[in-house]
C-alpha cells in the first residue's frame, strides 16, 4: 500500500515538474511508461494522463502507450490513446494496435462506449496520417462491418491525404448502411480527387454503390459542381427507392436551377415509398425559389381523389410554413374531402397567423356544418385565433356562435381574452349559444364571483340544455351539492365527461343522502373511464350501499389491481354490513400484489365482525414484506387496546425502521406493553426515543420487570439526557416496588 502512494507521488511530481519546466526529460518519461504498468490503477491513470498531457514530449513512451491501449480500465486506456494521437505521424508503430482497435471484438463497455472507442481509435489514425493510409485501405476489405467503417471513419479525418484509398472507399459504398455511410463521408472528405471516381460510380449496376456514390456527392459539395448537369437526368430515370432517396436528398447541396428541381420534387412527394416522400419534403423546404413553383402542383394534389395523396400535399405545405399561404384556400376545400383529418390542421397550423383571414372569409359565408369543421381548424392556432373565433360570435346563425364558443372553451388560457364575450353569449336568444357560452367559462375559468351567480341563475333557464350546462359548471367547480342528487343524476347523462365525472365526484361527498343514486351509480360501472370513480363513491355512501355488495364482488373477478384496490376501499367503507364479501377479504390478504393486500387490511378491519380474527389477521400483517401493508396493520390494532397486546413482538420489530417507529410507538402506547422480553429489546435499539418508551413502560410494571435493572443501570449513564432520566426513573420504580 505505502509503495503504491509513493508511485502516485511519484507521478503527480512528474507532472508538476513538467508543468513548470514546460518539457520532461527522458528519465522521466522512463518513470511513466514503467507506472503505465504498475498493478495499481490510480498510478497507472495518473501516468497516462501526464503522459498525454505532455504531448510530443512522450514520444519516448509510445511502446508503452501502445501496449495501455489493452488496458481494462477505461481512464487509462481513454488517457493512452489520446496521447498516442498527439505524437501525431510520429506514432505510425501504433497504426496495427489501433486498427485492430476499431474491430467489433474489440470495442468495449456499453454501445455508447463501443462507439466512443472507435471514434478515438480513429481519431488517432487521423491524426498519424499518410503513414496509416495503406493499413487502413486493408481494413476496408476486412470482413468485420464495424472495423470497415471505423477505417473509413479514420481516412475522412485526413482529408485530401486519404486519396490512395479512393477505390477501397468506392467498393466500400456496396457494404452495410453504417459501412456506406462512413465512406461515403471519407469521399467527400477526401474531395476533388474523388469526384470522376464517384461520377463513375454513379453508373453502377449495383443500386447501393449509386446511392452511396450519390451521397458521397452531396458531402463533397461544391467541389462536385461538374455533376450538377447530370443530375436531374438521374433523378428522372432512377427507379431504385434507396437511389432516388440520396438523389432527393443531395438537390439542396447542389446549384439544382428551382424551375427543374421543383417538378421533380412534387412527383417524389406523390411516390408509394415512404422513404422517397421525406425526402422530397425534406429537399423542398430548403430551396425557397422551388416553394412558389411547387406550391400550384401540391395544391392541385389537395384535389387527389386519395385521402394518402392529399394528406401528403398538406405535411409538405405545412414544412413550408408561412411561405404556403397562398395554398390556405386549397386546404379550406381539402378539409372538405376530409373532415377531421389531422394533416389539414397540422398544415394551417403550421401555416400560421397568415392563414387566419382566409378562414375568417369562409366563416363569414359558411353554413353551420362547415363553420363546425373551420372550427376545429382554428383550435391548433392557440391565442391567433382568438380574433377569428370573436369576430364569428357575431355571426347571424346560433350554430355557429355556439360553435366558437365551443372551440373557446377548448383552447384554455389562449382563449382568456374572450371570456367578456362568453358572459355576453350567456344570456344570448339561443339556447344551444348560451349553453356553449356557460360550458367555455367554465372551461376557461373565469372569474368564480362573476360564474357562479351567472350559472346558478342559469339553472332556472327553461332550456334544459342550458340547465344541465349550469349544473355541470357547479358541480365540476365544486358546488354540485347545491343540485341535488336528482340533478346530480341527472348530469351523470351529461355529453360532457368531465361533467359527468364530476357528477360522481359530487354523490361521493354527499355520502348516506346520496343513496337514492346507487342504482343510477350502478349503471355506470361499464363505462371504463368512470368505473374507479363510481366504485369510491359507492364506498363513500356507506352503509346505506349494502345492496352494491354483490356487484362489487362480482368486479373484483379477473379484474385489473387498481379495479380490485377500488373494490376493497369501496367495502371498507361499507362497513360491516358488506359481510357478504368477507371470503374475498380474506383471500386478498395474501394476495401477491402489495396495493390489494394493503386494501384489504383496512377492509377486514372495517368489516369483520369477529374481533379475535381481526387481531390474528392484523398481527399477521405484521409481518409483511411491504411496510405498506405493515403500517395500516399496526394502525388498526391501536383500536383494539389491551386485547391486541399479542401484537407486542411484531410491533417492536417496525421500531427499527425510521418510517414505521411513529405508528408502532403509537399502537404500542394504545396497547400497553407487559412482555418484559420485548421491552428489553426494545432497550437495546438506537432511536433514544424508542428507549425512553421502553422504560417508561418497565416502570409501569413495577417488580415484574426486576430482570431489566442491569440494563437500566447501564442506560442510567453516557445516554441521552432523556434517556438516562428515564432509566433512572424506571430503577426508582421498581426497585421500590416490593
Known sequence: MRRGTERRTLARGVFAAWLCAGSAGAADVA???QELGAANVAVRRDAAYTLNRMGVEAKAALPALIRALGD??????SFSISAIANLGPDAKDAIPALIDGLGSSRA???????????????????????????????????????QRAGAAQALAGMGGAAAPAIPALIENLKGADEVRQESAEALGAIG????KPLIDAVKSADARERAGAVMALGFAGTVAKEFAPTFLELLKAEGDPQVRVALLSAIPKFAIPPE????LLAVAIKDDDEQVRHAAINALVPLRGARELALPALSAMLKDESATIRQRAARALGRMGPGAAQAVPALIEAGKLSPGDASIAGALSEIGPAALPALLAQLRDAPAPDAERLFGLLRGFGAPAVPVLKEAMKHPASEVRASAARTLGGMGSDAKGAVELLFAQATDADARARAAALRALVALEADSQRLKPTLESALKDSAPEVRRAAAAGLAGSGGGNGLGVAGLVDLLDDENAASRRSAVDELGKMGAPAAAALPALLERLTDPELQLPVISAIGKIGPAASATVPRLVELTAGGAVPQRVAVLAALAGIGKTASAALPLVHAAVKDDEGDVRVAAVSAVAAIESDESKVIAILVEALADQSGRVRRPAAAALSKFGERARVATPGLVSMLERDNERGVALLA????????????LRALTMREPQVRVFACEQLASLGAEAKEAIPRLKELSEGQPKAVEEAARGALA??????
Open 733 to 738: 420504580k421498581i426497585e421500590s416496588t416490593p
Open 260 to 263: 427543374e428541381a421543383a417538378p
Open 31 to 33: 518513470v511513466l511508461s
Open 192 to 195: 476533388v480527387a474523388a469526384v
Open 72 to 77: 481494462a480500465d477505461k481512464q487509462v486506456w
Open 668 to 679: 404500542m402506547k394504545v396497547i400497553g406493553v407487559r412482555s418484559v422480553p420485548d421491552l
Open 108 to 146: 468495449r463497455g456499453r454501445e455508447r462506449d463501443r462507439r466512443q472507442s472507435v471514434t478515438r481509435a480513429a481519431f488517432a489514425l487521423s491524426r498519424i496520417g499518410a503513414a496509416a493510409v495503406p493499413a487502413l485501405s486493408d481494413a476496408l476489405k476486412s470482413d468485420d462491418d464495424g
